[in-house]
């Protein structure tokens, strides 16, 4: 993964160990530079979440590649699965091409967002009554998980919004890797209210280099019913706006 690198007081987080990391603190080294003393800071799971913030802060784009598990009852055999080339550029620009997937009729379909209420739509090959590009609300159930969750609850911008809402509860779990990267994962319970009342908890891992999310995973109890892993991103890359106008369909 091409990926960079936001401040040094970040990149300090890869060195917390599994017994440094509680369930509610992570030890992060800080360096006083003047008198190279060096000592530990108790990071809250907040603390945690507001770096994320900052550094999404300071994405102007990005590309990757997302696969989505969709169980909405938690039945792993059952489950919808996808890939798609992701695009995003602030403000909430995005664009999803589907690369893979069981259901066939996605794949090939390009997607895109600009915020607000609808979703311009490109598939492979027409449907009945839609054609081949139509637009729809963001919030059609044919662009919605099994769960019902809309389009534009799912990426980057609600996902932090989620770990940042007033009423969430978050705790840090043990220290991991994902991919050969290490990561921080944060519990989150009470993201989905309002949203999926059902959802009882929602762990969002974050790269300790990048700090930005790099696997979403919700549960219903113990079952996992959704599943987002982010993997080949490469942040401000300079893409053009018309990146997110869909092509002329023939």
């Given at each position: 993964m091409n990926l960079k690198k936001i401040s040094v007081s970040l990149i300090t987080l890869v060195s917390c160990s599994l017994t440094a990391c509680s369930n509610n603190q992570i030890l992060q080294p800080t360096i006083d530079q003047g008198n190279v003393n060096i000592s530990s800071k108790e990071l809250s799971a907040q603390d945690i979440m507001n770096q994320a913030s900052m550094a999404y802060s300071k994405l102007n784009d990005f590309t990757a590649t997302v696969a989505v598990t969709d169980a909405k009852d938690g039945n792993q055999s059952t489950a919808n699965i996808g890939e798609s080339k992701f695009f995003f550029k602030k403000e909430r620009n995005e664009r999803v091409e589907t690369t893979k997937g069981n259901d066939a009729q996605k794949v090939g379909s390009i997607l895109v967002y600009k915020g607000g209420s609808k979703v311009d739509i490109l598939l492979a090959k027409?449907?009945?009554i839609l054609g081949r590009r139509f637009t729809l609300d963001v919030g059609d159930k044919k662009i919605a998980t099994s769960r019902g969750l809309a389009f534009n609850q799912l990426d980057l911008t609600s996902m932090l919004a989620r770990f940042n809402k007033s009423g969430a509860v978050l705790s840090i779990l043990p220290t991991s890797t994902l991919r050969g990267r290490n990561i921080i994962k944060i519990s989150g319970k009470g993201t989905f209210k309002d949203i999926d009342s059902g959802?009882?908890?929602?762990i969002l891992s974050l790269d300790s280099e990048t700090m930005l999310p790099v696997q979403d995973e919700s549960f219903v109890q113990s079952k996992s019913v959704l599943k987002i892993n982010v993997s080949d991103l490469?942040?401000?890359?300079?893409?053009?706006d018309d990146v997110f106008v869909l092509p002329d369909s023939k």
């Open positions: 027409p449907i009945f959802i009882t908890e929602e490469k942040i401000n890359v300079g893409l053009k």
